[in-house]
């Protein structure tokens, strides 16, 4: 399994600000993914980050909006630009894993705590 | 139409009971099947994690895929008040990294 940590762990921002959120791993990984949750939807992928290469952006996400860096294979960040009270959400960071079940080898991933944000 | 349909909620119920969750999906391309359990304020941890139809138990948790129906349920026996969480279910298709969630049901266990 892997530890995962964030900071933020809350925020409240004004409209036009950006924030930056960061995710710590306690193990290298090669994919981070960062994800939005909001109320009454479902938790959805903004983008995959690899090491050494740009992030790969899900529909609807543009870099712009959500820079995303990932120095090394331990640690990500993702910023959340020019905030709208529409971008008040919990943003999660996860990374690949795996679990040993009775079954054999399931990947997975494993998610940090979520960074909440609420825009003014 | 979502690829993936689970009922929000709120469900609760009586401890001792037995708890039934569900997801409908659209895309026949999915294989793997995830059940995830997020605590208030924590993120998701993964509780079962199922390839093919049929059952899979582990301890008082029980899932169940019919991929003809495209149709997963997660059974909770002598439910427990620290059962109490928002429920996600979760899938993805062969070669792909990529999770897609339900929108997770939130479940209270009344003691």
Redesign the interface.
Known sequence: SAV?SQKPSRDICQRGTSLTIQCQVDSQVT?M?WYRQQP??????IA?ANQGSEATYESGFVIDKFPISRPNLTFSTLTVSNMSPEDSSIY?C?V?GY?T???GR?????????T?LTVL | QKEVEQDPGPLSVPEGAIVSLNCTYSNSAFQYFMWYRQYSRKGPELLMYTYSSGNKEDGRFTAQVDKSSKYISLFIRDSQPSDSATYLCAMRDFGNEKLTFGTGTRLTIIP
């Open positions: 995962i994919m993914f009454g939807q479902s938790l959805t992928l995959t999660l996860s690949e679990r079940t009775s079954s399931a990947d997975t991933q494993y998610f940090g705590p979520g909440r």
